[in-house]
């Protein structure tokens, strides 16, 4: 797509040799794309097109040969109403010599080379924003320096975050005088010349102005894009390790979403997860109303043959959990702590409205509490990967291919565990190849008006 849209832009402005178009045809670069089609390129106008549009142009000619002396002398026969003097001339001609250099692809390829295995990214604090308390947490990022191919992709996406919020300027260079030796090499045929000095201050200027702030830029993006890939790397694995979690399998659950003012909200679900009662008690501070709360727990136990409670991790989790473990039951119950990252993004979702719509936001949060111990994948694939909170730096990286990767992994852990067709909610199946949102919303409306299916030719209907 972009060599088409190249091409047809060269053609264009009537620019387009038979060499240039198979140079480009056989392109399987896009950074030389680019540097193929830079001088074509609608930009807003430079210093060398205005020399050019003063004639100067034939002048940098002279210069760039190296062959003649006396450029001063040369230079007098250029001016005009807009160039007044011999220095207003060779300025120009310098100019349009720099954008030349710019252009030029072997330099820029080499360059390119030579920041990818040289480069050191530096940062500096902004001096205004130093004492910022929002800035301390970046504190070690305050003046620092490390090649850019070395470093790891955490640190990478610590500076850029810290760089956008406007707390240190960042910095991609190599040795300067490295650079400028290199393009001199490639440029400064004759050392002899009148022309030395004039092209010497041409490759200063197009280093510093033109080169040097497009490849730097250009090195950072390609250390960003390897950085964004090992980060998502890292969510995608941690996100399989929670949705393979080991199930508890079907089992009564009493599930509490702990909290301290608001009380702790309390379910109970039977072996398909659904709803059967729900509650709320206050065990902890201000209320310490323990005892009504260690009532009611037992009696719910007992009523609904309770085999197992889940607490949420969240806000008063651990005194809960200690809460719990004093009641005497009359039978042995199993405690579990369970991540309720999600829990929360659930339960305002669609999915949890269409689930439980005459119930509050803290009981559909309590359900996905209490589901995910009995079975993390099947409840885990109702809520966006990213609110599960799979990564640091998940809002830094690039969001398109990180949702691709979650959404990948979460169709592998699938496919890999399979599902009970009888059980399975409309978020897991669609997740199934060859199961799209629509066929699930079939399947899940034609199972609840016949009964479970019994065989595949009944699952063929749908």
């Known amino acids: 797509k972009r060599k088409e849209s190249i091409l047809k832009s060269i053609e264009e402005q009537n620019a387009l040799s038979p060499e240039l178009k198979s140079k480009i045809e056989n392109s399987f670069d896009l950074q030389e794309l680019e540097d193929f089609y830079l001088p074509y390129k609608k930009k807003k106008k430079t210093k060398a097109d205005v020399a050019r549009e003063n004639g100067l142009e034939p002048l940098a000619k002279i210069i760039m040969s190296q062959k003649n002396d006396d450029i001063e002398f040369l230079a007098s026969k250029y001016l005009n109403a807009n160039v007044k003097n011999e220095d207003e001339a060779l300025q120009g001609a310098r100019d349009i010599i720099a954008e ?6 072997f330099i820029r390829k080499n360059l390119r080379r030579m920041f990818q295995r040289k480069a050191e990214i530096s940062t500096k604090v ?4 130093k004492d910022d308390e929002a800035a301390q947490k970046f504190s070690q990022y305050f003046d620092w320096n490390e090649p850019i191919s070395k470093a790891p992709s955490h640190r990478l996406l610590a500076m850029l975050r810290a760089e956008a919020e406007g707390f240190v300027k960042l910095n991609v260079a190599v040795e300067k005088e490295e650079a400028i030796d290199f393009i001199e090499e490639n440029i400064i045929k004759n050392k002899n010349s009148d022309a030395t000095e004039h092209l010497e201050l041409a490759i200063k200027d197009s280093y510093k102005r033109l080169l040097e702030p497009a490849i730097s830029n250009e090195t950072l993006q390609e250390a960003k894009a390897k950085a964004d890939i ?20 079907e089992k009564r659950i009493l599930a509490i979403d702990p909290g301290y003012r608001t009380g702790c909200k309390v379910v109970c679900l039977d072996e398909k997860g659904d709803l059967l009662n729900n509650e709320t008690i206050y065990p902890h501070a201000p209320q310490n109303d323990t005892a009504m709360a260690m009532k009611k727990i037992r009696s719910m136990v007992n009523a609904y043959n309770i ?9 008063a989790s651990r005194e809960t959990e200690f809460f719990i473990k004093k009641i005497a039951f009359d039978k042995s119950v199993q405690v579990f702590v369970v991540s309720e990252a999600g829990a929360s993004v659930y339960s305002a979702s ?18 996905s509490i209490g589901r995910r111990l009995s079975d993390p994948l099947a409840e885990l694939v109702k809520i966006d990967p990213k609110s599960i909170g799979v990564g640091q730096y998940q809002h830094d990286v690039d969001q398109t291919k990180l949702q691709s990767a979650l959404d990948s992994t979460v169709m592998s852990c699938v496919n890999s565990v399979g599902i009970n067709i009888n059980t399975a909610s409309k978020s897991l199946l669609s997740y199934v190849s060859g199961i799209g949102e629509k066929m699930a919303e079939n399947i899940v409306a034609y199972r609840s008006e016949n009964g479970p299916f019994e065989d595949r030719k009944q699952l063929k209907k749908v």
């Open 307 to 315: 085999e197992a409670i889940s607490i949420g991790n969240g806000t």
């Open 100 to 105: 030349w250099i710019n252009e030029n692809i």
């Open 350 to 367: 669609k999915i949890a409205r269409e689930e439980f719509l005459n119930y509050d936001v803290t009981v559909r949060g309590s359900v």
């Open 126 to 129: 902004v001096k205004t924003k």
């Open 230 to 249: 090992k980060a998502i790397d890292v969510f995608s694995e941690n996100l399989r390790q929670l949705l393979l979690a080991p199930p508890l399998g």
